[in-house]
C-alpha cells in the first residue's frame, strides 16, 4: 500500500512537471494568462504524510519548473510558501474534521474541495507575481495578472480533477 502511494505521487509529480514545462508554459491566454496546473500536485499530495518531506518535495516542484522556464526562484517560493500554509488553509476550509485521522478530500463536498484549491492557487500566484513584478507601482497589472491567470489556472485545475477523478457510486 505504501510504495503504491509512492510511485503515485512521483508519477503525479513527473507528469505535471512535464505537463506545465511542455505545454502550459508555452500558453498564453490574450498574452497574460499563463496556467500553472503544477499547483494540483500540492492539492493531491496526501494529507496525513510527513510536513517536512512534503516541503522539501515542494522545493524540487517549484525548483524543476523554475528551472526549465528561466523564472529564477519564482515558482520555488511559492511552492515552499503553499507548502507551509497548506494545513492553516485546510483547516479553514474543512473545519475540524481536517484533525482526525480518518479524513480524506475525497470524503468532502465538490464545494470544499474547489474553495480549497482556489485559495492554493490564488495565494501561490500572489507570491509569484509579487515577486515577478517586485514593485507595487504596477498594482493594476499586478492584480490584473494575479485575478485571470487565477481564473484560467483554477477553469483547468478543476477540468483535470474531474477528468482523473474516481467518481463514488
Avoid at 470524503?107 to 509579487?130: E, M, P, R, W
Avoid at 515577478?132 to 481564473?151: A, G, N, P, Q, Y
Amino acid at each position: 500500500m505504501t510504495n503504491n502511494v509512492y510511485l503515485i505521487n512521483t508519477l503525479r509529480f513527473l507528469l505535471l512537471v512535464l505537463a506545465q514545462v511542455l505545454v502550459f508554459n508555452k500558453l498564453n491566454f490574450m498574452g497574460f494568462i499563463n496556467p500553472m496546473i503544477y499547483i494540483l500536485f500540492l492539492y493531491w499530495y496526501p494529507i496525513k504524510q510527513r510536513r517536512g518531506v512534503f516541503i522539501l518535495i515542494s522545493f524540487l516542484l517549484g525548483f524543476s519548473i523554475d528551472a526549465f522556464s528561466d523564472t529564477l526562484a519564482f515558482h520555488t517560493t511559492a511552492c515552499i510558501t503553499m507548502a507551509y500554509l497548506r494545513p492553516t488553509i485546510m483547516r479553514f476550509v474543512f473545519g475540524v474534521n481536517y484533525e482526525f485521522q480518518s479524513f480524506k478530500l475525497t470524503n468532502t463536498t465538490k464545494a470544499q474541495q474547489i474553495t480549497f484549491l482556489a485559495f492554493l492557487i490564488i495565494g501561490h500566484h500572489s507570491i509569484f507575481f509579487l515577486l515577478e513584478i517586485f514593485s507595487l507601482d504596477h498594482l493594476l497589472l499586478l492584480l490584473k495578472k494575479i485575478v485571470f491567470t487565477s481564473v484560467g489556472t483554477l477553469l483547468l485545475c478543476v477540468l483535470i480533477t474531474s477528468l482523473f477523478s474516481v467518481e463514488k457510486e
